[in-house]
C-alpha cells in the first residue's frame, strides 16, 4: 500500500477511535449525572464529602500561590502599559474583569486538572488494572455511581467556590502590587475594581469553572476507567488526562466566552 | 448450572477460545487448567460477563447472561461470588468495610446485623483479628482470604476462584483449598476454580478440564484426568511431577 493512503488510513482509525472514546465518556457523564439523586444517601454522602475535602481543601495551597501571583502579573503588566497613557489609576478594573472573565476560571481549571484530574485517573486507573473495577462490578455495585458520581459532584461543586477565591485573591494581588509598584491608592483599586466589572461576567465565569469541573471529571474517570497494559497504562492515562483536559478548558471557554460576549 | 454453548473469543487478534462448549453441574467444583495465556481466566470471566463472546452464548441456568444487560445483568451476578488473583480489595477500605460492602451497597440489612454476618465469614477464614487493617497492611495469603471472605458474604450459589492459591506458601494454599472444598461438601456451593496448580486441582475438583489453544483438550473426573491418553495433558502432568501412580497418591492421602 502507498504511504498516502496508509498515512489517511492511520488517521481515520485515530478519529475513528477518538470518536468513540468521545462518546464513551459522555454515556459514563450521563449515567454518573442520572445516580446524582443518590448522592445525598447515607454512604454516599460520605463519599461525596471525601471528594470535596479531596479537591478543596487539598487544592488550597498551590491555587493560594498560583491566584496571588496571576493578580499580581497582570497588574504588572497592565500597569505598566497603562502608566505610558497616565492611566494606570485603571488596573482595578482591568485585574478584575480579566480575572472572573477568564483568568480565575481558567487558571483554576488549570491547577485542578493538573493535581485533582491526575490524581483520579492514577487511583481509578490502578483500580481498573488490579481488578478492583471488575471485582465492583461482578458485585452489581455501579463504577459509575460508586466511584465516578461522587468525583462529578465534588468538582463541578468545587470548581466555581475555588474560581470565586482564586478572584478574590488575584484581585488583591493586583491591589498589593497597585499600591506598592504603581503608586495606585488601594481606596481607588477597589473603586475602579467595583465600577466596570458587571454581574454578568461573575456569573459567565462561574458558569465556565461549573463546566471546567465536569470536563475535567469526565476525562479524568473516564481515562481511569479504560485504563489498559497495567503501570505504564496507569501513567498513560494520567498523563492524557492532563492534555485532553488543558485543551479541553481552552477550546470549551472560548467558546464559552464567545457564546456570552458576542 | 453454568452451560457454554460454542464460545468464541478473539482479542487482541489471537483466537482466545474457540468454539468452546462445556457444563458445569450444580454442586460441583470444576478446576479448569493450563498453560499461561491458554484462555482459562477469559473464560472464567465470561461467566460473569467480563467478557462478552464473539459468538456462543453462555447460561447460567435458565438465565441467558452473555446477552443480559443492566438491571437483568445486575441480578444474574448476584447469584456469583469471586476471588479475583490479587483480591481485588479496595485499598482505602478496612478489611471490614471490604467485607460490608456487598451488604451495605446491596441489602438493607442493619449495621448489626452487617457486623454479624462480616465476622462470621471471617471468623470462618481466621480473619477476625484483621477487621480494622488497611489491605496494605495484609500479607498476598491474609489478602487473599479476605478476598474469599467477600466473595461468600452474599451466600452465592456459585463461586469463581482466580487462581486462589497462586503466590501463596503451601500451608495457606491448603487452607484455601481445604475451604473450597467444604464449601463445596457443606454448602453445596458450586465452584469454578482457575489454577496452574495441578495438585491442588486434584485434590478439589470433582471435574479437571484442560484448555490448550482456545480448545477444550481433556474434561474428566481427577482419577480420569490423571490417566487421560491426551499428550498435552501427559505433559502438563509430568511438568508437575504427577505420575498415574505414586505422587498424586500420595497427595490424595494427604489431601484426605
Known amino acids: 500500500m502507498d504511504m498516502p493512503r496508509r498515512s489517511f488510513r492511520r488517521f481515520g482509525r485515530i478519529i475513528l477511535l477518538s470518536c468513540h472514546g468521545a462518546g464513551d465518556a459522555l454515556m459514563m457523564l450521563g449515567s454518573s449525572v442520572l445516580y446524582i439523586r443518590t448522592a445525598f444517601r447515607p454512604r454516599a454522602r460520605h463519599e461525596v464529602a471525601v471528594q470535596l475535602f479531596i479537591t478543596g481543601i487539598k487544592s488550597l495551597g498551590v491555587i493560594t500561590v498560583v491566584a496571588f501571583f496571576t493578580g499580581m502579573i497582570l497588574a504588572l503588566q497592565t500597569g505598566l502599559e497603562l502608566r505610558r497613557f497616565g492611566q494606570e489609576v485603571n ?11 477568564e483568568m480565575g476560571p481558567f487558571m483554576t481549571g488549570l491547577i485542578i486538572a493538573a493535581s485533582v484530574g491526575s490524581a483520579i485517573a492514577a487511583q481509578l486507573g490502578t483500580m481498573t488494572v488490579s481488578e478492583e473495577i471488575a471485582a465492583l462490578e461482578v458485585m452489581s455495585i455501579n463504577p459509575n455511581r460508586f466511584l465516578v458520581m461522587p468525583r462529578l459532584v465534588a468538582l463541578a461543586v468545587m470548581m466555581p467556590i475555588l474560581t470565586i477565591y482564586t478572584n478574590l485573591l488575584g484581585i488583591v494581588g493586583g491591589g498589593i502590587v497597585g499600591a506598592t509598584q504603581l503608586g495606585v491608592a488601594m481606596q481607588a483599586y477597589i473603586d475602579n475594581a467595583t465600577r466596570y466589572a458587571e454581574n454578568k461576567d461573575l456569573y459567565v465565569g462561574l458558569f465556565k469553572a461549573v463546566v471546567f469541573g465536569i470536563i475535567i471529571a469526565t476525562v479524568a474517570c473516564h481515562q481511569g476507567l479504560t485504563t489498559r497494559e497495567g503501570a505504564v497504562g496507569v501513567g498513560r492515562a494520567t498523563r492524557r488526562t492532563v492534555i485532553i483536559s488543558f485543551l479541553m478548558i481552552l477550546v470549551v471557554g472560548y467558546m464559552i466566552t464567545r457564546m456570552f460576549y458576542i | 448450572m453454568i452451560s457454554f454453548e460454542q464460545i468464541t473469543k478473539t482479542l487482541g487478534g489471537k483466537t482466545v477460545l474457540d468454539d468452546v462448549s462445556f457444563e458445569v453441574p450444580r454442586g460441583e467444583t470444576v478446576v479448569i487448567v493450563g498453560l499461561s495465556g491458554a484462555g482459562k481466566s477469559v473464560t472464567l ?26 438491571a437483568e445483568l445486575e441480578r444474574m451476578r448476584q447469584r456469583f461470588g469471586v476471588l479475583f488473583q490479587g483480591a481485588a480489595l479496595l485499598q482505602w477500605l478496612t478489611v471490614f468495610e471490604n467485607v460490608a460492602l456487598p451488604l451495605r451497597e446491596k441489602t438493607d440489612l442493619s ?81 469454578v476454580v482457575v489454577t496452574h496448580d495441578l495438585h491442588s486441582a486434584l485434590a478439589i475438583g470433582t471435574r479437571i478440564m484442560m484448555i490448550d489453544g482456545g480448545k477444550i ?13 491426551n499428550e498435552t495433558v501427559q505433559r502438563f502432568l509430568e511438568s508437575q511431577y504427577i505420575t498415574r501412580r505414586g505422587s498424586w497418591e500420595k497427595g490424595m492421602q494427604t489431601h484426605g
Open chain 2, 111 to 191: 449495621e448489626e446485623e452487617i457486623e454479624k454476618t462480616v465476622l462470621d465469614k471471617l471468623r470462618l477464614l481466621n480473619m477476625e483479628d484483621a477487621v480494622d487493617k488497611f489491605p496494605a497492611d495484609l500479607s498476598g495469603g491474609m489478602q487473599k482470604r479476605v478476598g474469599l471472605a467477600r466473595a461468600i458474604v452474599m451466600n452465592p450459589e456459585i463461586i469463581l476462584y482466580d487462581e486462589p492459591t497462586s503466590g501463596l506458601d503451601p500451608v495457606t494454599a491448603r487452607l484455601i483449598d481445604q475451604l473450597i472444598e467444604n464449601l463445596r461438601s457443606e454448602l453445596g456451593i458450586t465452584s
Open chain 1, 91 to 101: 488596573i482595578g478594573t482591568a485585574v478584575t474583569i480579566v480575572m472572573i472573565r
Open chain 2, 45 to 70: 470471566k465470561h461467566m460473569v460477563q467480563l467478557f462478552s463472546p464473539d459468538c456462543g452464548t453462555v447460561r447460567i441456568g435458565e438465565d441467558v447472561i452473555s446477552a443480559a444487560k443492566g
Open chain 2, 217 to 229: 483438550v481433556e474434561n474428566a473426573t481427577p482419577h480420569d484426568f490423571i490417566h487421560s491418553e
